[in-house]
């Protein structure tokens, strides 16, 4: 049959054939069937598993697709990139999908962020990051060794990390470099704090000192404790400084000046902690910005109002057993909204616009577990093997790192944790430098840092 003819006939056939019932239509077609031989049966079951294919992600509205997609778990969606290029286009393409998924993995979320494929990069370095902290690979380790006697007072901030040691001196050191900066000669240190321009310590000598780095100058002494001073802070803005003592007191000092403005007591036991915060909360106490003291003891955790008035009184003393039979760790944590600290019971979070206790997360399968770093999704914990992080919705135990013998110590600040923002959400770009820090009986320092993305 010639071409033309051909054409005829089959436009004259389809026009019979699309007035035909359902039933007519599949009797047609399998009378045609039994009339095919090798030849047309191969072509039409090549072409019957393309016909009965719909790729719906292609046809469907991309609205549509991003809704189906929501309800498919993260591996999954992987697994469907290697389907097509349109597939990892449009799967690539859906924010919400892979926002979620870093949520889900403990992922800080910048919604300001527009890029379609910048989530899907971003979880695929969150899985990464979060497999090698369940592998117990996410860390590795270094020494700082200048020091030629026990390290005592360990601060860190910004990428630099300060030593006070009984050697008389102080040393600030880049974390990254594993450099001395400075280096100055002090008095013996049982706490430090700095800043660019100064250095203060409080000493085992009952004394208070600020230091300029440039010269190592000693540019303020603070005469009044009759016990070790534990623990310093101190606020440029309210011109303050205060300190917690062995001798069971808190000063207040003129930071500037060296003259002590009020003497809080109180506590029974030393005091081994103070930390100088703005609120965050309002209450009927206090109100978002205003300054707040908070000191602590083996027992107990004091609250004082602090500003440029002298005199305060304590608005509110918090424990966690009347009886004074469970101790506290002198690592506190405040953030202007929260107070957390660590017992023999497991971790105490309270709420500080009410003072009640929101929860406790028990750890009862580790003994003596205490707290480095508290934040909205982690928190940094260890003992004496191993370095900790919980994720705190689910209040498991998420990764370990191993930790050498170092230098026990109960009531100073001889281990701290390092770069915090992590805490509240990995984001990618917040897992780099210190984690952990802490000093050896060899007069050295033992870091913990990120690993490099693999």
Known sequence: MERKDFETWLDNISVTFLSLTD??????LDHLISLSGAVQLRHLSNNLETLLKRDFLKLLPLEL???LLKWLDPQTLLTCCLVSKQWNKVISACTEVWQTACKNLGWQIDDSVQDALHW?????????RMKQLEDHEAFETSSLIGHSARVYALYYKDGLLCTGSDDL??????????????????HTCAAVKFDEQKLVTGSFDNTVACWEWSSGA???HFRGHTGAVFSVDYNDELDILVSGSADFTVKVWALSAGTCLNTLTGHTEWVTKVVLQKCKVKSLLHSPGD???LSADKYEIKIWPIGREINCKCLKTLSVSEDRSICLQPRLHFDGKYIVCSSALGLYQWDFASYDILRVIKTPEIANLALLGFGDIFALLFDNRYLYIMDLRTESLISRWPLPEYRKSKRGSSFLAGEASWLNGLDGHNDTGLVFATSMPDHSIHLVLWKEHG
């Open 23 to 28: 039933l007519q239509k599949n009797e047609t």
């Open 65 to 67: 697709s991003f809704y």
């Open 120 to 128: 899907k990069k971003v979880y695929l370095k969150a899985i990464l």
């Open 169 to 186: 001196s102080a040393k600030l050191w880049d974390v990254s470099t594993g450099q001395c900066v400075y280096g100055i000669q002090t």
């Open 218 to 220: 000693r540019t303020q």
């Open 291 to 293: 300054f707040i003291l």
